[in-house]
């Protein structure tokens, strides 16, 4: 089973650059280097929005004991490091997905 660890995010508009390079070169390789997932998927919400920016991260997860030892060792200090430095300009909620199937078209290899 694939799990996925899902982090939607809406950030200001007059921090939006400068927060979306931090997490790129900072934030991401550092949960990505605690071992627990193998990928980052990042994507944009693609609508206007007039009280913000939201992003969704989904980080693919090998197993669910390596989730279970992010949230427990890793992700509080991480999601301090963000808290510290971008303090009330964002808020973000999370949530594990359960991959139940991909399906694929039938001229299309998995």
Not at 28 to 34: G, K
Not at 66 to 87: G, S, W
């Amino acid at each position: 089973m694939m799990l996925v660890y899902n982090v939607t995010v809406k950030v200001d508009h007059q921090i939006a650059d400068e927060w979306l390079e931090w997490m790129r070169t900072i934030h991401i390789p550092n949960v990505l280097a605690t071992g627990a997932f193998n990928k980052c998927r990042l994507s944009k919400l693609d609508m206007k929005e007039d009280d913000g920016v939201t992003y969704v991260f989904q980080y693919d997860c090998f197993s669910e004991d390596d989730l279970n030892r992010y949230m427990i060792h890793d992700a509080p200090a991480l999601q301090k490091e963000v808290i510290d430095k971008y303090a009330t300009r964002f808020v973000a909620f999370r949530t594990i997905l359960n991959v139940v199937e991909e399906i694929y078209r039938h001229d299309q290899q998995s």
